[in-house]
């Protein structure tokens, strides 16, 4: 009897810790973010079994490419789909990029402060409670949408962050690609004390058994998922060693050294990458200097996307941004078969016109050039902006019809000093010409 009173009072305790804080965080926000547009995001009833009892909505773009890419977002604890969405501006970055995105969302029902259930064995096991319900609703959208099943990726904050680590190590064939945003490894919980622990407390669990526990969650074989990782340094409610005990399941997970390949500042803050042994990056991660429990924005140009407000903070950098670019998102493909069958290396036209080009595999370009591609503006974005241009992608595409053998288009050359942009109606049109879809 006595056990079982130790048991509840540390319960309580930690209960009442996290309920402090959280009211702290939301008391500090700049303003609560308004109710989404009840048009915005469109609930889905009918997606499955839902052993997990969770609602489905969606943002799918008017005007979408053919086979568009899926972005799974989870909300974090006192959320829902919509103020998530609002937060983050996934759904606005939707719109410029050509993708859907998929927002579960919990049910009081489930647990009261609306957290993912990360830490409970029947909801973080394959084929099981809220994580098969998850999957459920990914199919269904991979068959409305018309999908294409190598661009499935999944983000989440805290308790969504946690589900984020759930989903890529039960259903990894499922995903090319994560963001775990204030979150916390896979299966280092298994009930609501444990879970408490893990957020508050340094835990120290090796890497070895970090990434086996990764490994036990399916009988996956195959290429694992491509993992961006973001922590702040100052968070109170998911200790920053949870980020770091993230990275190294993740390394172990996909072979890799300890060490990472490099290491750059942006502004105050830190990225980390590990890249394969072609130059790949496989695992990044960013320490956020000084941020507290939240999603990391960037706000201040005309082209920023996301809200400021509780667990949503404007610390000059776009990690919607920065993870859109590190999964590749702002990438297409022209569906011009004849033209580019004679092309060696497949032609990738990005659908927002500032973004880099990229002929063939290519190492991830540097963070500067990622930043200037989506023209985010914030102060501390910009001491780290590239100010040279020294690969104009219209001279890169002009070569490569060239060697193809094709009519080379009629592209501008960037003025003096200014940054290169993609004309991509000259390129459409001579790649139909080539394939002698239009009249020549």
């Not at 009442?16 to 804080?21: H, N, Q, T, V, Y």
């Not at 609560?32 to 052993?51: D, F, S």
């Not at 409970?120 to 319900?133: C, K, N, V």
């Not at 759930?166 to 004390?193: D, H, K, Q, R, S």
Request: proline share 9%; net charge neutral; glycine share 10%.
């Amino acid at each position: 009897m006595r056990d079982f009173r130790n048991v509840f009072d540390r319960l309580q305790a930690y209960r009442s810790k996290f309920e402090r804080l959280l009211a702290a965080a939301r008391a500090k926000a700049p303003h609560a973010p308004p109710a989404p547009h009840p048009t915005h995001l469109r609930e889905v009833a009918a997606h499955g079994a839902n052993p997990g009892n969770l609602r489905m909505f969606v943002y799918a773009p008017e005007h979408l490419p053919r086979r568009p890419p899926l972005v799974v977002a989870l909300h974090g604890c006192s959320q829902t789909a919509g103020e998530f969405d609002y937060g983050t501006g996934w759904s606005s970055l939707a719109d410029r990029l050509g993708f859907v995105v998929l927002y579960p969302q919990q049910q009081p029902a489930n647990n009261p402060r609306n957290c993912f259930s990360w830490f409970l064995p029947g909801d973080t096991a394959r084929g099981q409670g809220e994580a098969h319900s998850i999957s459920e609703m990914i199919e269904h959208a991979i068959a409305k949408f018309g999908i294409d099943r190598r661009k499935v990726f999944v983000t989440g904050l805290s308790a969504g962050g946690a589900m984020a680590s759930v989903m890529l190590a039960t259903y990894p064939e499922v995903f090319a690609g994560g963001a775990i945003i204030a979150g916390l490894p896979y299966g280092c919980a298994n009930n609501v004390e444990q879970a408490f622990q893990a957020m508050f407390t340094e835990q120290g669990h090796p890497a070895q058994l970090l990434g086996d526990r990764v490994r036990a969650a399916s009988s996956h074989g195959g290429r694992w998922p491509k993992i961006s990782i973001w922590h702040g340094t100052g968070d109170p409610i998911v200790k920053p060693c949870n980020g770091e005990d993230i990275i190294r399941q993740w390394i172990n997970v996909h072979g890799l050294g300890e060490s990472p390949s490099y290491k750059e500042s942006i502004g105050r803050h830190v990225r980390r990458v590990w890249t394969d042994a072609q130059g790949q990056p496989l695992i990044e991660a960013f320490s956020i200097s000084g941020m507290a429990h939240g999603v990391p924005l960037s706000t201040a140009s005309e082209n920023g996307c996301g809200a400021p407000g509780a667990f949503f903070l404007d610390v000059g950098i776009s990690s919607t941004h920065h993870i859109a670019r590190f999964w590749s998102l702002g990438d297409s493909v022209i569906d011009a078969p004849h033209a580019v069958a004679a092309v060696s290396a497949p032609l990738h036209i990005p659908t927002h016109s500032d973004a880099l080009v990229s002929t063939g595999a290519t190492p991830e370009p540097s963070h500067a050039s990622l930043q200037a591609s989506f023209q985010e503006g914030s102060s501390a974005e910009s001491e780290a902006r590239a100010t040279n241009y020294p690969l104009d992608p219209n001279a890169v595409i002009a070569a490569a019809f060239k060697a193809a053998g094709l009519p080379i288009p009629e592209l501008p050359a960037a003025g003096p000093g200014a940054a290169p942009r993609v004309s991509p109606g000259p390129i459409i049109a001579a790649a139909l010409k080539a394939a002698g879809l239009a009249p020549s």
